[in-house]
Nanobody
Framework: QVQLVESGGGLVQTGGSLRLSCAAS????????MGWFRQAPGKERDIVAA????????YYVDSVKGRFTISRDNSKNTVYLQMNSLKPEDTAVYYC???????????????????WGQGTQVTVSS
């Protein structure tokens, strides 16, 4: 049974930092791009960042560029999202997902992802 389990969410003040982790089990995803998405109340689930299978390429939505960093450790089957300089508008449930593709260029839409975690809440207070 394939599982993606996120951790690291919580409540933080504006300007603070959090590091999200996503541990995969049931199969390895070293050849798959991985992504982080977020969904705020009443809004659609949107991509935040993605990383290719080899970790050679990354993608960030404009609103998080320079503040968030996605990385992966294929030996641990784990993906991370380091979030710095957090803003209230970053408040959302954050989801980890595994793409069916290797490349980031093919992995910018939610429809490219076959496996999803249960989500972790990130709340940024003003």
């Amino acid at each position: 049974q394939v599982q993606l389990v996120e951790s690291g969410g919580g409540l933080v003040q504006t300007g603070g930092s959090l590091r999200l982790s996503c541990a995969a089990s049931g199969r390895t995803f070293s050849n798959n791009a991985m992504g982080w998405f977020r969904q705020a109340p009443g809004k659609e689930r949107d991509i935040v960042a993605a990383i290719s299978g080899s970790a050679g390429s990354t993608y960030y939505v404009d609103s998080v560029k320079g503040r968030f960093t996605i990385s992966r450790d294929n030996s641990k089957n784990t993906v991370y999202l380091q979030m710095n300089s957090l803003k209230p508008e970053d408040t959302a449930v954050y989801y980890c997902a595994a793409s069916r593709y290797t490349y980031v260029t093919l992995s910018r839409a939610a429809t490219a992802y076959d496996y999803w975690g249960q989500g972790t809440q990130v709340t940024v207070s003003s």
